[in-house]
């Protein structure tokens, strides 16, 4: 399928009816015989609903078995896809509130700095994806559930569980302050809908990895140096999980940051 009107056309047709919503339904789970697709679907006018999607490009018919084209199974993808964004609109949100600083930690990668780690309730959740485009500098990553923000060093994490935490900052003083700050820019959205922001690419250095490595060029991930390592990592060549040393107790919030980190690469 290109995609062209009338091809859309037939595609909008085929997925308009109860009918052969419930047949693609049940084809993503497995090809089925034109029998069990007739024992849940119903047997009337199956073989009309089974042509209409044949001829959609939606599913295909071999000696009475069907199962979805791949076009099918991409277009099925895609509506999940666009449910489960709109699952998470901001109409569900409530105004945050910065509940605590818990802690201030000196930075990893600079000692004349802080690390911060704070909570904003109530929890954003998902809703965090849908905030992504108001800050300039930010990705969501599904993995980790966090929205990451980066303006100049400092790199703000806000977690979908309330937990927020801020690296190279000067002191209590200027934590509080971006945290209001990222506490209005939130509550503004949350009140009056996403503005987005000129967007600009994050940026990620192997400097700023090899920072938070160990920095002990132990060998274990089969690389000559931590530095090859951060290199490597930027370029996809290895994992994180290869540096075996970061699994070491002393390690936790390196490790945490360097996740973080890599969902920039
Ligand atoms: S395993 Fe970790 S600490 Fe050891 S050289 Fe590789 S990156 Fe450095």
Avoid at 43 to 67: P, W, Y
Avoid at 77 to 87: F, H, I, L, S, T
Wanted: charged letters at 25%; proline letters at 4%; hydrophobic letters at 35%.
């Amino acid at each position: 399928m290109s995609g062209n009107p009338n091809e859309i056309k037939l595609v909008n047709n085929a997925m308009s009816n109860a009918t052969r919503r419930k047949i693609m339904n049940f084809l993503a789970n497995g090809d089925r015989t034109v029998e069990e697709i007739g024992a849940t679907a119903g047997k009337a006018m199956l073989d009309f609903h089974l042509k209409v999607l044949q001829q959609a490009g939606l599913i295909e018919l071999n000696e009475g078995t069907a199962s979805l084209t791949e076009y099918g199974r991409n277009f099925l993808k895609g509506k999940e896809e666009k449910e489960q964004g709109k699952g998470a609109d901001l109409s569900q949100a409530r105004p945050v509130e910065v509940t605590e600083v818990r802690q201030l930690l000196p930075c990893i990668a600079d000692s004349s700095k802080f690390r911060t780690i704070a909570n904003m309730a109530p929890p954003l959740g998902g809703v965090l994806k849908v905030l992504e485009p108001i800050f300039s500098r930010s990705r969501y990553s599904d993995g980790i559930g966090a929205l990451m923000i980066q303006q100049n060093e400092v790199i703000t994490t806000i977690y979908g569980t309330g937990k927020v935490t801020m690296t190279m900052i000067k002191n209590e003083e200027e934590a509080r302050s971006r945290l209001e700050n990222l506490k209005s820019t939130i509550n503004e959205a949350i009140a009056k809908g996403v503005a987005p922001a000129p967007r600009e690419k994050v940026r990620v250095e192997p400097m700023e990895i090899y920072k938070y490595l160990p920095q002990t060029n132990c060998g274990k991930c089969s690389e000559q140096s931590c530095y090859t390592f951060a290199i490597k990592l930027m370029g996809g060549e290895t994992t994180l999980d290869k540096c075996t040393s970061l699994k070491e107790p002393g390690y936790t919030t390196n490790l945490e940051h360097l996740q973080v980190l890599s969902a920039y690469i």
